[in-house]
């Protein structure tokens, strides 16, 4: 097997080969996917770098990885003894890739920059080519993707068969949402759609797969023309159900690689793509005077959820707190007794999801962080790396599942022991960030980076702050992360609406030390109408008690503790009826008011 630094050397000599001076790997693949397929984790195997968000950059001479602030130390770590140097994104002195760059080639006259066209978006390679071309006389070139010579035992691109998401999970059919689309394209002056993202497709056709860890989705391309519909996609991923379905809904089906033929050859006179998430090579198959560029309709209408998705929602969430319960009224005893690991602390709440009806996996690998581990915001046990859990300090677990009916994220962090007064402090300061947001009022239409300071205030105020977002839409059984809307402090103009979830999951995270994250999910829902316009509210989905042993109570007011109080009465109810005695006995004492 090849080591980081014998690949890069396998690079390098393809790219004298083929005139280039540098190379960029971003960590999407063709359907600009946060998540990706093993086939497309390019990124991943020329640098070592597992986390799910990074640029790798490659010249001649040097190497370098950008990413941003959940994965610098575990970054940092996977990247050691590899050419590969850790820039840190929005860090002050972090040079940007194109800066960088243009220091990094000063020696040759006319650098060429190659990057794959099939994996990078159209407005991605533009905003590239215009950024380096002010930096001296340096060129952009797409090519075909190296790994196809390079990478002697990649992975297939995945060829798994697709099934039905049934209405009464959907709530709305595949005519219908192909009517809404069509209904916003007039409005933007266009009479067809190329959807590339995958779990838009899975949406707009009521379809499930089971191509990409962790999420529902399916490899594919969807063309909406004026008079048809065509999924391009491998075929022997259809089964004889789903192929009656397609031809049901009047759904033509081609091969997947047909796709850029497809493009060249659309009938109708403005085909909208999105050339900020659809990838530079279908962008440019389409004739430029039928080219409209535009933004898809499809996320923001995926993102309001209708009222069977969001029963079913509150029915998965039920299930999953009922899994929940029974993993915290086990958890501190079996610590106590010994020998248990932060892997063996996923294995049993993931078992303990997998005996709930409805079951399909899991919604994202599970973060289980004891003490130091749990600084680390995006942490995932490995042998290598796990650490025995003792009966003290605090634990961090970050978990979801994926069910027929909805898709769970939630985060707990569990005091095991005794705690120190910084311990408690942290904790209570996060604590009070969540409740504070989740307890907020807020003008229908408001975006969330609006939303995003009200979760941060308590801790500013003692001089903390968390770099990742604080909020995050969950999909119906599908991707755990979903746009177009976040709660976050870079800029998100999307406004937040009534049908939308989100997460609210501020956390503080001390290097070295520990650290504490709280997660719901929340479904957004009308509060009410005055003279001042329309006002939304949030409804806590997730079912789950709150640790209380950390709190601080003299930092909580009033209000916050009637919050917990309120919620806690609420979890109990509602869970008790689906627990044994010996369950429903502890859920009684975690949920007491406090």
């Known amino acids: 097997m090849q080591t980081i630094n014998e690949r890069l050397v396998t690079l390098r000599r393809w790219m004298k080969e083929n005139a280039l001076t540098a190379f960029i790997f971003p960590s999407s693949d063709p359907h600009n996917s946060e998540y990706v397929a093993d086939h497309w984790k390019t990124r991943e195997w020329i640098s070592g770098f597992t986390g799910s968000a990074g640029t790798a950059v490659v010249t001649l001479h040097h190497a370098a990885l950008w990413t941003d602030s959940r994965y610098f130390i575990a970054a940092a770590k996977e990247l050691a003894g590899s050419e590969f140097l850790l820039m840190k994104e929005r860090v002050e002195g972090t040079p940007s890739i194109t800066e960088w760059l243009a220091s990094e080639l000063t020696e040759y006259d006319s650098p060429i920059v190659g990057v794959d066209g099939n994996v990078n978006t159209f407005v991605s390679v533009a905003d590239l080519k215009e950024s380096l071309a002010t930096k001296g006389n340096m060129q952009v070139r797409c090519v075909d993707d190296p790994m196809d010579v390079l990478w002697l035992d990649r992975p297939v691109i995945p060829n798994n068969k697709i099934r039905l998401h049934p209405l009464k999970y959907a709530g709305e059919t595949t005519e219908s949402k192909l009517s809404r689309i069509r209904e916003c394209l007039v409005k933007q002056c266009a009479d067809g759609l190329l959807v590339t993202a995958l779990d838009e497709i899975a949406w707009v056709l009521n379809l499930r797969g089971n191509d990409v860890h962790c999420n529902p989705v399916f490899v594919s391309y969807l063309l909406i023309a004026p008079d048809k519909v065509t999924l391009y996609i491998y075929k022997d991923k259809l089964s004889e159900e789903v192929q009656a379905y397609l031809s049901t809904e009047h759904v033509d089906v081609e091969e997947y690689d047909a796709v850029v033929e497809g493009l060249k050859r659309y009938a109708g006179n403005a085909l909208l793509i999105d050339v900020s998430s659809t990838n530079y090579n279908l962008s440019t198959a389409v004739e430029s005077e039928k080219l409209h560029v535009g933004t898809s309709p499809i996320p923001m209408m995926k993102a309001i959820k209708n009222e069977v998705e969001q029963d079913c929602f509150r029915a998965a969430m039920l299930r999953d707190g009922v899994a929940m319960v029974k993993f915290l009224a086990w958890i501190k005893a079996a610590v106590e007794k010994g020998g248990e690991t932060e892997i063996s602390l996923d294995e049993r709440l993931t078992g303990l999801r997998a005996e709930q009806p409805m079951f399909q996996g899991i919604s994202f690998d599970t973060i289980v962080g004891y003490e130091e581990h749990g600084a680390i915001v995006h942490y995932e046990a490995t042998p290598e790396t796990d650490i ?150 949030f409804e806590t989905l997730t079912l789950a008690p709150i640790d209380t042993t950390p709190i601080v109570l003299e930092m909580l007011s009033v209000e916050e503790r009637e919050w917990l109080n309120n919620y806690h009465r609420r979890v109990y109810e509602t869970l008790s009826p689906y627990l044994d005695e010996a369950e429903k006995a502890w859920l009684k004492e975690a949920t007491q008011a406090i």
């Open 388 to 537: 025995p859990v003792k009966p003290h300090g605090l634990v961090l677990i970050d978990s979801g599942a994926q069910y027929l009916d909805g898709t769970t994220d939630i985060t707990r962090t569990i005091a095991l022991g005794k705690l120190t007064e910084e311990q408690r402090r942290i904790y209570t300061l996060v604590l009070k960030g969540h409740i504070q947001l989740d307890r907020l009022h807020f003008p229908a239409g408001a975006c969330g980076s609006q939303l995003d300071a009200i979760a941060r205030a308590p801790m500013w105020r003692e001089g903390y702050n968390y770099l990742h977002g604080t909020g995050h839409g969950v999909g119906s059984y599908l991707n755990v992360h979903e746009g177009p809307h976040q709660i976050r402090m870079e800029w998100r103009p999307a406004p937040m609406q009534a049908g939308m979830t989100v997460t609210n999951e501020p956390g503080l995270y001390l290097e070295g030390k520990f650290g504490v994250r709280i997660e719901n999910t929340l479904l957004i829902v009308p509060a009410e109408t005055t003279a001042f316009g329309e006002f939304l509210k």
